[in-house]
């Protein structure tokens, strides 16, 4: 197993799920590549991620010099940003009573638990598509912003509920749209995504919802196969 402490480029570059590091194995003069899944991530004064090597041998490297697999974390970046769209859309066409339940986003695809109290019917689904893939191709820029909590309040930006925040947060915003505390990785532009498909809807709990779903050139794979 390996530790590595400090920040991979900077603080904000962290996704969630953290991405698989390339690693650059210094021996001498010569640089072997390796590589290393992440676990774990912990937050505090640095980023400190604990992971197992996949490739290559740390035993005998002087150096370990850690770099973001760009690929995948661009992935997550369109799926990170859906999510939001996701989250607004539904407020917008179910009810502002959806909340967020748990979510989770990978480089290839997008999960979102949701407060709901019966099936989200089909022609609904539909309209939630429709929605969010307006937003995506009206190419709207995204920001974020770091901010006093209070003042990010007033904002309208949207938290989770029960999470606690510090006095400084993170607002990531789509202009005219949605607008959320976050601190992960997001696209720049919402038509960077491409397109939004959801291929699931599901009860996971009583009062509580599932959608998963794809974006971007997942679409074309998962049209390719049905």
Known sequence: EIEVVGRCNNQKDVGKPAPMFKLDLVQGDTVLRGEIALKDLMNGDDI??????????????????ATID???????????????????????????????????????RLR???T???????????????MVNTVIRDNISVETN??????AKKTGAVSMFGEK???TVRVVEVAGFSNEFCGGTHVNRTGDIGAFK?????????????????TGDEIVDWMNKR
Do not use: C, P, W
């Not at 400190?48 to 010099?65: F, L």
């Open 146 to 151: 770091v901010m006093d909590y209070d003042l």
């Open 48 to 65: 400190i991620h604990y992971g197992q090597i996949e490739k290559g041998d740390i035993d005998s490297a002087n150096k370990v010099v």
């Open 165 to 167: 925040y510090g006095d």
């Open 112 to 114: 979102f638990d949701f």
């Open 70 to 108: 760009g690929h995948r974390r661009e992935s997550i970046r369109l799926n990170h940003t859906a999510t939001h769209l996701l989250h607004k859309a539904l407020k917008q066409i179910i009810g502002e009573h959806v909340q967020q339940a748990g979510s989770l986003v990978e480089s290839n």
């Open 198 to 214: 959801i291929v699931s809807e599901s009860s996971l709990a009583a009062g509580i919802r599932r959608i998963e779903a794809i």
């Open 116 to 130: 709901h109290h019966e099936k989200v019917s089909k022609n609904d689904v539909y309209k939630i598509e429709r």
